[in-house]
């Protein structure tokens, strides 16, 4: 992919290695178009990904949206548990990531457009995205348990049939006797080696769900949810 500016780097090579596996399976249903709805697009890394990839892929291209509120969002606990937080905070205050996204995206290819939206999905959802539907959603926004619950419930209404809605960061899946622990850190963005948002957040709306490297995902059908991509 085109080399870009990253201050830190939000995602890893197995982690769009899934992501180009979700879009291959799309691809093999036989689908000329694919529309991508990126919730968390940070320095726009993982939405180049997408651009480059349903380019290659889906003959008709498609489209990448993009819905970040490029602000910060840690909390004072998080701040001090390690200079990658410290360094995101002061890049999102000073704006400078909000500038790097706009730069990279100019390095997209221009048959799969790229469109953003700064501010929530909530916010999003009222103002712009009234009437959407999308063959991919992908949250990796805040991690914090209330911010996830919230965009798994938006992300629900904007996926069509056949479409997945996926995400980042699940490092594990809980079972019942690990959910209590998890709701004492619903607050917390990582710890014990997991998010535990994320983990909670996927737990209730879904149950058990397809996940690979950390991303997970979920198939809409007439019916509802499947893990059965």
Known sequence: MTTIEIGVSQATGDRLGVLSGLLTRLAAEGRRRVDVLEVGSYEGQSTLYFNHSISD????????????????YHSPEQLVAGLVYENMDADLRSGVVFERFKKNIQKANPRVPIGYFRGTLAQAMMLMLTG?????????????????REDIANAKRLVRVGGLICGDDLEAQLDESAVERARELVEVDYQDDYHP????????????????????????????WSAEL
Do not use: I, Q
């Open 57 to 72: 892929m889906f003959p008709d291209g498609g489209s990448v949206t993009c819905v970040d509120p490029w602000a910060p």
């Open 132 to 148: 959407c539907w999308f063959d991919v959603v992908y949250l990796d926004g805040d991690h914090r348990y209330t911010s996830v």
């Open 197 to 224: 948002g994320v983990s909670l957040a996927v737990h209730e709306a879904f149950g058990r769900v397809w996940c690979e490297n950390s991303v997970w995902a979920m198939k809409r059908t007439l019916n509802g």
